[in-house]
């Protein structure tokens, strides 16, 4: 139980685009996603914590503009880079929690991103 | 800010032997977790220990936490070559009905088979 999936694993676009990445708890609900950047060999970095239907909260230094954050249901939430650049490059990871848990995060495999 | 510290960056050891990863973190915590990922994978999931707990086993696993000197240690036994993988610790602060993790650097361990 307490699959996190993410679409697409990878994605290569170009300078300008936008990408959008999902992230869907496959097997339960999730009040609370989160996503996290990991650039090579370096740790995770939280980006924004995404509350099903209400506004994300974003950490300090993140764009809210250029990486839009939508949780329309239970179990989906979706991360768009706007106008991408390729220092927008890496690999996005998003988690759930369970609906009325606190503790334990559910990784997705992650998403990772190329612009060229 | 990174809370989590690990020690060894790297470490490598050979398969069956024990291998042994610290963890040091700075402000108050909830849990403390311990994540593996496989190179350009997500994250798995290992052991949760809570800051009112001192140690905590499953399987080949065993954590230790100590909120005195905020550190934590994994401690992985008989380890295999499918271990080989980067090891992350994740300190948790709960504020009300939300929760944090926020990430060390990672460790990276080989196994020799």
């Known amino acids: 139980g307490a699959v996190v999936s993410q679409h697409p694993s990878r994605v290569i676009c170009k300078s300008g685009t936008s990408v959008k990445i999902e992230c869907r708890s496959l097997?339960?609900?999730?009040?609370?996603m989160f996503w996290y950047r990991q650039f090579p060999k370096q740790s995770l970095m939280l980006m924004a914590t995404s509350n099903e239907g209400s506004k994300a909260t974003y950490e300090q230094g993140v764009e809210k503009d250029k990486f839009l954050i939508n949780h329309a249901s239970l179990t989906l939430s979706t991360l768009t880079v706007t106008s991408a650049h390729p220092e927008d490059s890496s690999f996005y990871i998003c988690?759930?929690?369970?609906?009325?848990?606190?503790?334990?995060?559910?990784f997705g495999p992650g998403t990772r991103l190329l612009v060229l | 800010s990174q809370q989590g510290e690990e020690d060894p960056q790297a470490l490598s050891i050979q398969e069956g032997e024990n291998a042994t990863m610290n963890c040091s973190y700075k402000t108050s915590i909830n849990n403390l977790q311990w994540y593996r990922q496989n190179s350009g994978r997500g994250l798995v999931h290992l052991i949760l220990i809570r800051s009112n707990e001192r140690e905590k086993h499953s399987g080949r696993l065993r954590v230790t936490l100590d909120t005195s000197k905020k550190s934590s240690s994994l401690l992985i036994t008989a380890s295999r070559a499918a271990d080989t993988a980067s090891y992350f610790c994740?300190?948790?602060?709960?504020?009300?009905?939300?929760?944090?993790?926020?990430f060390g650097k990672g460790i990276t361990l080989s196994v020799r088979p």
């Open positions: 994740a300190t948790g602060l709960i504020t009300g009905a939300n929760s944090k993790l926020t």
């Open positions: 097997d339960f609900q999730a009040t609370t």
């Open positions: 988690s759930a929690r369970l609906a009325g848990g606190t503790e334990t995060q559910y």
